[in-house]
């Protein structure tokens, strides 16, 4: 093979100044990287939301959510619809596939609700809205708006007016939402009886307020030298005016709207509440769009939020309770903290090993350099500086420094055989070239099959797949070019062999090699055991998706008793709040209730729990968890559900617990019949717990039943009864108060204080065809009942979905099985569907995939060594080096008693890479000595072993002190990395002591077998 290398180490200032080049363009493109917790990887997810307030969850779902689904359901690239129809709102959740763009899918969307806006309600407040965000995905920040002197309507006013509005306009912003729902409004309160004693109900009302409101164009006077525009005050703003306002004329007298009712200035929706700690408060999300990077976003809002708040008076308070991005920041600090730590490390073994400052630098060059040079390439794939791509970087730290490791040892060999450095730079670059490529390019084809893995954890993977690679083929070329040229001219003095113990050592271990190849044949059944062993192992091993990130933000989902009122869940869930914030632990909080798209029913709320960063505490998150459980279980009356938020979100929904899988039924009797079945089975089994699920058909429902025939003799119609009893109690938006900045709602409705329960519907009066008001009672009756709180739908089907987390010890694939054994042995219809949903979902997929990811790197990697080799053998003998890795990757697991997750998995499939080093390196040389040497392969292969001993130890020693930091990383994120270091540190421990020793005999043994192959093609003529 020609000689690559030969005109960089000639031409040493070229070589140095392409080097600095390729420096410079690497720094550069780091200060201009974004940074990130993850890839981004979201399904692109849509939500629309329609609400009409005053409509049960039945009437809802009839009229809103039906229509909206048919025609929502026939979008191309729809992955899943699911829908929620509750109390005056409807939530449909559009998931769509990896390859659709966002973009494309938001016009499609538009298009189907332009399509269904003929079938909605006429008398819709709003029509439907969209909005790009995941409602699975925690707010990436949390304002806090309070004021001492103002009330919160006002208050309201102006965060929408002058926060939420230019917020919600900034790149990458999915949806801002202001929780406590105190939207200011004008609120008409009737007292019925009054109404009643003048002969007038509650329409006459609506229909004078309307009357009185209609704000229309009126024209303008174009006179002979100017012109005049007309108005007219056509629209009343003020409480007085309303009060003021003449509803009829009896008796020569005027009945004005203040004798029959209140009007006050109060909030739009009376039954929605927040609270910022302990303080009542209007809170605003901001949610950031799929794909959309969290620092980015996050520091947009940032720097627009000093000049919005300067807008507001001054004793309005804005305070940001939770910003997501500090742990993002901290993990990714930590992060580049391990990989110094790992460059200082593979530097310290590489000057242990070679006891020269000048043949350290040499090799050691090669790790800044294929680093810093791989952020160039980063930058011009669009990635991101993120805890993926800098875990890949760590470990390539141990990686980049082989090649260099392996050409510097091959030049100093021929120093020390009396070459000059010139002479040893261009004899052992052309020497160990080939094998430098070997080693690179099977190493990348390993990587290969993680670009291929299939849905998320495939995007996920991408980029820490392709960081690898860059850095590991950019250390080939400084390898080649830089290396050489630099033992030319700084390798004056051979490396110290250090006689006193690396010596000793390769002594010590020619001697057990000679002994393991006198006794051959239990050697190779050892070997063969491992395979044996590996599998033993795998299916020992529990099995796991992601590890769960300690982010230092808890969310909280909440609920009490179906039939609570709004009163009495707004006190119960702030003595919920006021116990967690006793807590040592936590830092702050914020909390909201209603029913306000985020949440479905009155009876459930959301808290989202900031605790201090992580290197200022000291327990984790899991350890707060389970002392604020304990806290939450002193609280009557309310049930708490905690779980942390994560970085890597693929649900596509808010449940009570941490995994999720629904039930879907064309009956949902069935669902109602089977599922408390299944999950008081389910709250039974140890590798579960905190079973929960979303069916709720205990709420109370006053059923009023219309005798047709009684209200037929007096005149009247279902529709006079229902337009009562929403003007009653729907909190009916009768008018819209327009102005320059904003429009606001007038709200009719009873006087809640003089209607508190079903009973009250007896003092409601209907006007009969004569003009006569007759009580309610006269034409119907009214009883209680059970009614669904809310219904669930996917995929347009009933449907349940049942949330749980993990029992003490348990593993989600020892979950997931417990939940298969628990629905045969109910033996639940066939009709009922189970799907996986989330992190669940994924889990299904990947452990499929698992077992063939391996094994296709495994190919990958023997087609690529056959072509290098041209051999279907050689690639056989290296790869032998395999099972051990994996022995010791799955030892280490279950020695500390951790799943084989993805990470995991990753890590296995990079040692499948990195050990076959070993194998390459001895079989190299023991051709070429068989070939150009004329030794036999026993010799030949004992030789390449010595001689490649130290190369093979310190680049395994190099790749292990690389994973180190990963193993032993502390503060946020860690959870991600701990697995990859733990992997790498068990698998190169283990496969380092048995390859050395494997290695050979295997390679004997397919020397005799083709010796054996040609001997009888030859016809037993075969000489040596």
């Known amino acids: 093979m020609n000689n690559l290398s030969r005109p960089f180490i000639l031409r040493p200032v070229a070589t140095s100044l392409l080097m600095l080049a390729f420096l410079a363009a690497g720094i550069i493109a780091w200060r201009m990287l974004p940074v990130a917790a993850l890839p981004q990887v979201e399904y692109p997810i849509i939500q629309v939301f329609t609400f009409q307030p005053g409509a049960g969850p039945e009437v809802t779902a009839r009229t809103i959510t039906a229509p909206l689904e048919r025609h929502l359901g026939q979008i191309p690239g729809l992955r899943q619809l699911s829908s929620s129809s509750s109390g005056g709102a409807s939530v449909i959740t559009l998931q769509f596939g990896l390859d659709v763009d966002l973009g494309v899918a938001e016009q499609e969307v538009q298009a189907a609700m332009n399509t269904a806006q003929n079938l909605l309600p006429n008398d819709l407040p709003t029509p439907p809205v969209y909005r790009k965000v995941n409602p699975a995905d925690a707010p990436i920040l949390t304002l806090a708006i309070t004021s001492p002197s103002l009330p919160l309507p006002q208050v309201h006013d102006l965060v929408d007016t002058r926060l939420a509005q230019k917020l919600a306009q900034l790149s990458g912003v999915g949806m801002v939402s202001l929780a406590g729902g105190q939207r200011p409004a004008l609120r008409v309160m009737v007292n019925p009886m009054a109404l009643a004693s003048y002969g007038l109900d509650l329409d006459s009302v609506r229909q004078a307020i309307v009357a009185t409101n209609t704000n229309q164009p009126k024209g303008s006077f174009d006179g002979p030298t100017r012109t005049t525009m007309l108005d007219a005050n056509d629209q009343i703003r003020s409480v007085e005016d309303y009060l003021s306002l003449i509803i009829t004329w009896q008796n020569g007298a005027p009945l004005r709207l203040g004798d029959v009712a209140t009007v006050v200035d109060g909030a739009e929706d009376r039954f929605l509440a927040a609270w910022a700690n302990d303080a009542p408060a209007v809170l605003l999300n901001v949610q950031r769009q799929p794909g959309a990077n969290v620092i980015e976003v996050t520091d947009r809002v940032r720097a627009l939020l000093p000049q919005l708040t300067a807008t507001l008076p001054h004793t309005v308070d804005v305070a940001i309770l939770t910003d997501r991005t500090q742990s993002i920041r901290a993990s990714v600090r930590d992060t580049q903290k391990e990989l110094l730590f790992a460059i200082f490390l593979v530097v310290a073994v590489t000057f242990v090993f070679l006891r020269s400052l000048p043949a350290t630098i040499i090799p050691s060059i090669a790790v800044p350099l294929s680093l810093v040079g791989t952020f160039a390439f980063m930058y011009l794939l669009g990635y991101s500086i993120n805890n993926l791509t800098l875990m890949a970087l760590t470990i390539a730290t141990g990686f980049v420094v082989d090649d260099a490791i392996v050409m510097l040892e091959n030049v100093a060999r021929h120093r020390e055989l009396g070459e000059s450095p010139l002479s040893a730079a261009l004899k052992g670059a052309a020497e160990i070239g080939f094998t430098l490529m070997s080693l690179t390019f099977s190493l990348v084809a390993v990587l290969i099959p993680l670009l291929f893995m299939p849905d998320v954890v495939g995007r996920l993977f991408h980029e820490f797949a392709v960081t690898l690679a860059v850095a590991i083929i950019i250390s080939l070329v400084v390898s080649l070019t830089l290396t050489p040229m630099m033992c030319a001219r700084m390798l004056h003095t051979p490396p110290s062999d250090d006689a006193g113990f690396l010596s000793g050592v390769i002594e010590r271990y020619g001697r057990g090699l000679d002994w393991v190849l006198d006794r051959q044949g239990p050697a190779l059944l050892a070997m063969l055991a491992t395979i044996g ?456 421990l283990v496969s380092q002591v048995l390859t050395l020793f494997t290695t050979p005999v295997v390679y004997l043994f397919f020397d005799r077998l083709t010796t054996r192959q040609q001997t009888a093609d030859t016809g037993g003529e075969l000489t040596t």
């Open 533 to 988: 062993l590996t599998v033993l192992l795998y299916l020992a091993v529990d099995k796991d998706f992601f590890p769960v990130q300690d982010s230092g933000v808890i969310q909280v989902v909440t609920e009490a008793p179906q039939d609570i009122s709004f009163t009495a869940m707004a006190e119960r869930q702030h003595r919920l709040s006021q116990a967690l914030l006793e807590d040592g632990g936590v830092e702050s909080l914020s909390s909201f209730i209603g029913v306000d798209g985020t949440n479905v029913t009155l009876n459930s709320g959301r808290i989202l729990i900031n605790l201090p960063p992580h290197h200022s505490r000291s327990e984790s998150v899991f350890e707060v968890i389970e002392r604020l459980r304990e806290r939450a279980a002193s609280v009557d009356g309310i049930s708490a559900w905690f779980q942390p938020v994560q970085e890597l979100t693929i649900e596509d929904r808010v449940s009570r617990t941490q995994y999720q899988f629904t039930l879907t039924s064309m009956s949902s009797e069935q669902l109602h019949q089977w599922v408390p079945q299944l999950v008081a089975a389910l709250n039974q089994r140890p590798e579960l717990s905190d079973v929960a699920y979303d069916l709720q058909q205990q709420g109370l429902e006053a059923y009023v039943d219309i005798d047709r025939d009684a209200a037929a003799r007096l005149g009247l119609d279902v529709t006079d009864v229902s337009d009562v009893l929403y003007n009653a109690f729907g909190q009916r938006q009768i008018a819209t108060l327009f102005t320059q900045s904003n429009q606001y709602r007038v709200i009719l409705e009873v006087d809640p204080t003089l209607f508190a329960g079903p009973e009250s519907l007896q003092q409601i009066f209907v006007t009969t065809a004569s003009g006569q008001p007759t009580p309610l009672s006269s034409v119907a009756t009214i009883h209680q009942r059970a009614a669904p709180l809310v219904i669930n739908h996917q995929g347009q089907f009933p449907a349940t979905t049942v949330s749980f987390n993990l029992g003490v010890d348990a593993s989600l694939g020892e979950a997931v099985d417990a939940i298969n054994e628990v629905q045969q042995a109910l033996q639940m219809p066939v009709a009922i569907e189970t799907t996986y949903q989330g992190a669940a979902a994924a889990f299904q997929n990947s452990l499929s995939n698992t077992l063939w990811l391996i094994l296709a790197a495994v190919l990958t990697m023997y087609i690529v060594l056959g072509v290098l080799y041209e051999s279907t053998i050689h690639p056989v003998t290296i790869l032998s080096t395999l099972p051990s890795a994996t022995v010791g990757a799955l030892l280490a697991l279950l020695i500390t008693g951790r799943a084989l997750d993805m990470v995991s998995v990753v890590g296995i499939v990079l040692l499948i890479g990195l050990v076959k080093k070993n194998g390459i390196m001895m079989v190299d040389f023991a051709l070429d000595a068989q070939r150009n040497q004329g030794l036999s392969p026993r010799q030949a292969i004992h030789q390449a072993a010595l001689l490649r001993f130290r190369p093979i130890l310190m680049t395994t020693l190099a790749a292990l002190f690389g994973a180190l930091p990963l193993m032993l990383a502390g503060g946020s994120g860690a959870e991600l990395r701990q697995p990859l270091g733990l992997v790498m540190m068990g698998g190169l």
